[in-house]
Nanobody, 122 residues
Framework: YVQLVESGGGSVQAGGSLRLSCAASGYTYNRNCIAWFRQAPGKEREGVARIATGSGTTYYADSVKGRFTISQDNAENTLWLQMNSLNAEDTAMYYC????????????????WGQGTQVTVS
């Protein structure tokens, strides 16, 4: 039974920072990719960043490049997303995702989802 539990969301003023965490259990962490997605009200879920758990190679959506940093602790099966210079367009529910087939940052390729953590930027 795979479980992904996000934490660290909240409300922040524009220009501020937040750090999201995702604790994974029941999952062979050191394989494939793990990622963060987000979904704003009325919009489709979109990929934010992903990391290859073996090599540590990262990929970011253009909208967050240079502001967000994805990182991991393989020993602790934990994923983080450091978000800096936040703006209103970053307001969304953020989801941890694992078992990403082909490491393709697309919702249809994800096997496991967390329940999400809300980020609100005003």
């Amino acid at each position: 039974y795979v479980q992904l539990v996000e934490s660290g969301g909240g409300s922040v003023q524009a220009g501020g920072s937040l750090r999201l965490s995702c604790a994974a259990s029941g999952y062979t962490y050191n394989r494939n990719c793990i990622a963060w997605f987000r979904q704003a009200p009325g919009k489709e879920r979109e990929g934010v960043a992903r990391i290859a758990t073996g090599s540590g190679t990262t990929y970011y959506a253009d909208s967050v490049k240079g502001r967000f940093t994805i990182s991991q602790d393989n020993a602790e099966n934990t994923l983080w997303l450091q978000m800096n210079s936040l703006n209103a367009e970053d307001t969304a529910m953020y989801y941890c995702a694992a078992g990403i087939r082909g490491c393709v940052l697309w919702p249809g390729f994800v096997d496991y989802w967390g329940q999400g953590t809300q980020v609100t930027v005003s």
